[in-house]
């Protein structure tokens, strides 16, 4: 198995660099010591993880803000009713799920207040 060493420096594409190490003491280290490997392992699966995180949460909030309100929808879609872009039954089956929605939020919201 190779160590974390030896990959840094097959990595650096010196030949030399291999036997020298990049730092010695810290090369001895590495290659004696599969404790501090598991600890760099662990610190290295951590940071992922919480990059990760950060940038799944930053996802849901962008998507959370990009979601349109039903009766903001509701109002774009009686514009577009209004300019020709939508039949009269278009119009009514999105009023009534639309309309649907805002009485479940509405109620959900008198159940949180």
């Known amino acids: 198995?190779?160590?974390?060493?030896?990959?840094?420096?097959?990595?650096?594409?010196?030949?030399?660099?291999?036997s020298q190490g990049w730092i010695p003491w810290l090369r001895q280290t590495f290659d004696q010591s599969t404790t501090v490997q598991l600890v760099l392992w662990i610190?290295?699966?951590?940071?992922v993880a919480g990059i990760a995180f950060y940038?799944?949460?930053r996802?849901?909030?962008?998507?959370?803000?990009?979601?349109?309100?039903?009766?903001?929808?509701?109002?774009?879609?009686?514009?577009?009713h209004l300019q020709g872009g939508?039949?009269?039954?278009?119009?009514?089956t999105i009023?009534?799920?639309l309309g649907a929605k805002l009485q479940q939020e509405?109620?959900?919201n008198g159940d949180k207040g």
């Open 95 to 97: 009023k009534t799920v």
């Open 1 to 18: 198995m190779r160590t974390i060493c030896g990959l840094l420096a097959a990595s650096a594409g010196d030949a030399g660099a291999q």
């Open 55 to 57: 940038a799944l949460r």
């Open 43 to 47: 610190v290295i699966l951590a940071s």
């Open 59 to 80: 996802l849901r909030e962008q998507i959370d803000e990009d979601e349109s309100h039903p009766s903001e929808m509701l109002s774009d879609f009686r514009e577009m």
């Open 106 to 108: 509405t109620k959900q």
């Open 86 to 92: 939508l039949s009269d039954a278009e119009f009514r």
